[in-house]
């Protein structure tokens, strides 16, 4: 298995294990963004996570791959562990705290599994390091925070996907989304990135391993309720946070962009939901 320390080794551009790669990262829209269409769509998202797993063993077994059935098994976990229960807006006691605990699983297993099944140091979690921030990433900082005022307000009044969020008028509901939209943007840094992204970047040049990670990423994003003409805001996010991270393999950097830009998603859905309450934005 490719050792921690190679995984910015220039990789092949074209490869066997584009095909595995490229099925699960395509069940994704099937198992997140149309979750529950039809049983089979279901069957079908399933069906190419298993021919996924499958076909890189085979490539593992025949040579034409190097340990590319673990770390795909690793990403396959985590999907399955997000898909056994709904992603969609809901911050009522109970889903609160049984979403926490599904996301925390689908970070925590499969790095456990890597550590002490495998013995692998691929996934981890590097809280410190990549200071200090150079003057372009403070500028590209304010630039989100920018853009993100500008775009966000329009994005969610006039395509109507707030209502995709619950109504908050009560504190405890405004802390409850506060804490909810934090928690996920922090979990999808930590799945997403530095451990889908990581683990395809094994295998693939950094630019096919961007796009399988965002294929998962927007996926769920769209269950989480990024619908209508979302996709153009949140592919670019998410392919801009995988190359960030692969150039300053700094955690805490994509996840202060991160951070702020939900900041921003927070407030824009609290000026909607409440009128008036948030006089800051344009629209």
């Not at 049983?39 to 063993?57: D, N």
């Amino acid at each position: 298995m490719p050792a921690a320390d190679t995984l910015d080794t220039p990789r092949p551009a074209w490869s066997w294990a584009l095909l595995p790669g490229i099925l699960l990262a395509g069940s994704a829209p099937l198992m997140f963004a149309f979750r529950g269409s039809s049983v089979a769509q279901t069957l079908a998202a399933y069906g190419m996570l298993v021919a996924a797993l499958i076909a890189a063993w085979l490539l593992d077994r025949a040579r034409r791959t190097d340990g590319l059935f673990r770390d795909l098994l690793l990403i396959a976990v985590g999907m399955l562990i997000v898909s056994t229960v709904s992603v969609e807006a809901d911050i009522s006691w109970g889903n609160f705290f049984l979403l926490g605990f599904v996301l925390a699983a689908a970070v925590a297993v499969p790095y456990l599994i890597s550590r002490f099944v495998f013995r692998d140091r691929v996934i981890r979690f590097p809280w410190r390091g990549g200071w200090p921030w150079s003057r372009v990433q403070w500028g590209y900082i304010a630039l989100v925070l920018g853009l993100g005022w500008l775009i966000l307000p329009f994005y969610f009044i006039s395509s109507g996907v707030y209502l995709n969020w619950p109504a908050v008028t009560e504190w405890h509901e405004i802390l409850r989304l506060f804490i909810g939209v934090n928690a996920v943007g922090t979990w999808d840094e930590l799945f997403f990135i530095l451990t889908v992204f990581v683990l395809f970047k094994r295998h693939f040049p950094v630019w096919q391993a961007n796009l399988l990670q965002a294929t998962i990423f927007v996926s769920f994003l769209w269950e989480l309720g990024y619908q209508a003409w979302g996709p153009l805001l949140t592919i670019p996010f998410a392919l801009l946070q995988g190359w960030i991270y692969s150039k300053t393999k700094s955690l805490p950097y994509v996840l202060t962009v991160h951070l702020l830009f939900d900041a921003i998603v927070f407030l824009v859905i609290v000026h909607a939901r409440n009128p008036g309450a948030l006089p800051i934005f344009l629209l």
